[in-house]
């Protein structure tokens, strides 16, 4: 079936340094591909998504790269800092039937 | 702006019991969601719905039903409650199929089933 696998589940980066999250889809029609950050006790936020018409979008210290012909995409966090740990997940638009399947999630620890 | 709202937040309830998850947006987006999330299988859709009454079955159905006689409400009932089905429970909603496609989360609920 359709599914969007997320690696790595547990990823521990020092503060200011980059972390990279990748995840690859099944359904090569997905067009649309979000992020979300979990924080403890709270629901998913949005914090950043590309459609499949570019390669890659950036927004201040967090990026996403699509690479179509792989079907694959990142997200990409720069100079990180203590208030980046949380869980994220990558998920992809099921065009077949509008849903949005999700990775299984990351646990991001920044260690100062 | 409310945006989406869940309620109860926090739920305890035992085995066999009807129990019923409140789900309320205030965008008018025509897609809500219900998700369950347990550790070691992220985000499990459950049920969605397109619109007022068209619902329709996700991943992991079994055990839950809905109804969507409002654009507003989606409230996710489970008829006779399992240990099975504790679970933190997040309602989400996306204004089209079209675009955009941004997809919103409740703040979740969590149940337990003792």
């Known amino acids: 079936g359709e599914n969007v696998e997320q690696h790595p589940s547990t990823l521990s980066v020092q503060e200011g340094d980059s972390a990279v999250i990748k995840c690859t889809y099944s359904?090569?029609?997905?067009?649309?591909f979000p992020w979300y950050k979990q924080e403890l006790g709270k629901g998913p936020q949005l914090i950043i998504d590309?459609?499949?018409?570019?390669g890659e979008k950036k927004d201040q210290r967090i990026a996403v790269t699509l690479n179509k012909t792989a079907k694959h995409f990142s997200l990409h966090i720069t100079e990180t800092q203590p208030e980046d740990s949380a869980v994220y997940f990558c998920?992809?638009?099921?065009?077949?039937?509008?849903?949005?399947?999700f990775g299984k999630g990351t646990r991001l620890h920044i260690l100062p | 702006d409310a945006g989406i709202t869940q309620s109860p937040r926090y739920k305890i309830t035992e085995t066999g019991r009807q129990v019923t998850l409140m789900c309320h947006q205030t965008w008018s987006h025509s897609y809500m969601f219900w998700y369950r999330q347990d550790l070691g299988h992220g985000l499990r859709l459950i049920y969605y719905?397109?619109?007022?009454?068209?619902?329709d079955k996700g991943e992991v159905p079994d055990g839950y039903v809905v109804s969507r006689s409002k654009t507003e409400n989606f409230p996710l009932t489970l008829e006779s409650a399992t240990r099975s089905q504790t679970s933190v429970y997040f309602c989400?909603?996306?204004?089209?199929?079209?675009?955009?496609?941004?997809?919103?989360f409740g703040p979740g609920t969590r149940l337990t089933v003792t």
């Open positions: 719905s397109a619109a007022a009454d068209i619902t």
């Open positions: 998920a992809a638009l099921m065009n077949r039937d509008d849903k949005i399947i």
């Open positions: 590309i459609r499949s018409n570019v």
């Open positions: 989400a909603s996306r204004l089209s199929s079209v675009g955009p496609y941004e997809q919103y």
């Open positions: 359904d090569s029609a997905s067009n649309y």
